[in-house]
């Protein structure tokens, strides 16, 4: 057997392992909590409605935080792998690089300013903020001379400073405190009204990401190649920035920052597939679906039987791994 058709089947095995591993995921977000639930009463209850408590518990609270935490963690996922490859920068991702402190620090600005803003608004606050981050920091970092680290090191800064900013905003505000819980990342407590809410956002950037990333597996080979090629490069980066701007903006306005999720993700992915942005893209969706789904899972035992922020335990797992890119130098080449 030849690399190429190697590769076709570990492809193939890494997509079945990982959508039977999201499916038992599901099963389970929905079957652990405060009440127990039977596998076998959420299975039966997408086949028949008999409006018993658990069925109640399952299609109005259960069901829609799984679906939650399967968008954002697709989301957040395909945003780190765009961030990473048009930057050209291993430790990239919309935490690092300041687009989800941004977001936070303007949808937390419109809950205390705007206190009967409703939740759509929400979240083209979050686009403006997320942009804002994201401009802020290729800003400082371009002059002189782009470099991966100064990309980094202006992207932490601007980070810390911006979530300074909104911790500033919930501490001076008695309406800014009912943002503190959200502030940490949380998919608990969703309703279908917000799986409306992140839905177009998060299933259109997943969509246009795919069709995308032809474009950028070919950007991440070098520049002079990729112009050579016909490539827009100007273009194309653009795009994918104004997609990493929707997918984490509708991310962090309906779960909060939810930390290094698109840090992770990516780099485990490029290690089971390749560096074909054609399967990164399409993969990082499906593992960033199963890294929030199983860390929500996780979360509901940390403090049991009373409910944890999502963001805990992504931030568990996140900042050793970011702390392992840095020592290996993987944040200097892409």
Same mark, same amino acid.
Request: charged share 10%; net charge positive; glycine share 12%.
């Given at each position: 057997?030849?690399?190429?058709?190697?590769?076709?089947?570990?492809?193939?095995?890494?997509?079945? &392992?990982?959508?039977? @591993?999201? $499916?038992?995921?599901? +099963?389970?977000? =929905?079957? /652990? #909590? %405060?009440?127990?639930?039977? *596998?076998?009463?959420?299975?039966?209850?997408?086949?028949?409605?008999?409006?018993?408590?658990?069925?109640? &518990?399952?299609?109005? @609270?259960? $069901?829609?935080?799984? +679906?939650?935490? =399967?968008? /954002? #963690? %697709?989301?957040?996922?395909? *945003?780190?792998?765009?961030?990473?490859?048009?930057?050209?920068?291993?430790?990239?991702?919309?935490?690092?690089?300041?687009?989800?402190?941004?977001?936070?620090?303007? +949808?937390?600005?419109?809950? /205390?300013?705007?206190?009967?803003?409703?939740?759509?608004?929400?979240?083209?606050?979050?686009?403006?903020?997320?942009?804002?981050?994201?401009?802020?920091?290729?800003?400082?970092?371009?002059?002189?001379?782009?470099?991966?680290?100064?990309?980094?090191?202006?992207?932490?800064?601007?980070?810390?400073?911006?979530?300074?900013?909104?911790?500033?905003?919930?501490?001076?505000?008695?309406?800014?405190?009912?943002?503190?819980?959200?502030?940490?990342?949380?998919?608990?407590?969703?309703?279908?009204?917000?799986?409306?809410?992140?839905?177009?956002?998060?299933?259109?950037?997943?969509?246009?990401?795919?069709?995308?990333?032809?474009?950028?597996?070919?950007?991440?080979?070098?520049?002079?190649?990729?112009?050579?090629?016909?490539?827009?490069?100007?273009?194309?980066?653009?795009?994918?920035?104004?997609?990493?701007?929707?997918?984490?903006?509708?991310?962090?306005?309906?779960?909060?920052?939810?930390?290094?999720?698109?840090?992770?993700?990516?780099?485990?992915?490029?290690?089971?597939?390749?560096?074909?942005?054609?399967?990164?893209?399409?993969?990082?969706?499906?593992?960033?679906?199963?890294?929030?789904?199983?860390?929500?899972?996780?979360?509901?035992?940390?403090?049991?039987?009373?409910?944890?922020?999502?963001?805990?335990?992504?931030?568990?797992?996140?900042?050793?791994?970011?702390?392992?890119?840095?020592?290996?130098?993987?944040?200097?080449?892409?």
């Amino acid at each position: 057997m030849n690399r190429a058709s190697k590769q076709k089947v570990t492809t193939y095995l890494t997509a079945l &392992i990982g959508t039977i @591993l999201l $499916l038992i995921g599901i +099963v389970l977000s =929905i079957s /652990v #909590g %405060a009440a127990d639930i039977k *596998a076998q009463t959420v299975l039966h209850s997408f086949i028949h409605w008999d409006q018993s408590k658990e069925q109640v &518990i399952i299609r109005t @609270l259960r $069901l829609p935080r799984a +679906v939650i935490g =399967i968008l /954002v #963690g %697709a989301s957040l996922a395909v *945003a780190g792998a765009l961030m990473q490859a048009i930057t050209k920068n291993a430790l990239a991702s919309p935490q690092v690089f300041g687009v989800n402190a941004g977001a936070s620090l303007f +949808v937390v600005s419109s809950l /205390v300013l705007f206190p009967g803003l409703s939740s759509a608004s929400l979240v083209y606050a979050a686009f403006l903020g997320a942009a804002l981050g994201g401009v802020i920091v290729y800003s400082f970092a371009s002059g002189g001379g782009m470099t991966p680290v100064k990309l980094a090191l202006a992207g932490m800064a601007v980070h810390f400073f911006l979530s300074s900013l909104t911790q500033g905003v919930v501490l001076f505000s008695d309406q800014g405190k009912d943002a503190l819980y959200w502030m940490v990342g949380a998919i608990n407590g969703k309703s279908w009204t917000h799986v409306e809410l992140i839905l177009p956002w998060s299933l259109g950037g997943l969509i246009l990401a795919a069709a995308l990333s032809r474009s950028i597996s070919i950007l991440v080979l070098g520049e002079s190649l990729a112009q050579g090629l016909g490539q827009k490069v100007t273009q194309i980066r653009i795009l994918a920035g104004l997609l990493v701007i929707v997918l984490a903006g509708a991310s962090v306005a309906v779960a909060g920052p939810v930390g290094f999720v698109g840090l992770i993700v990516p780099h485990i992915v490029k290690k089971l597939v390749g560096g074909d942005y054609r399967r990164i893209i399409p993969f990082s969706a499906l593992f960033g679906a199963l890294l929030v789904v199983y860390a929500d899972i996780l979360s509901r035992f940390i403090a049991y039987p009373f409910e944890s922020p999502v963001g805990i335990v992504t931030a568990l797992i996140g900042a050793p791994f970011f702390l392992y890119l840095a020592k290996q130098g993987r944040g200097i080449k892409q």
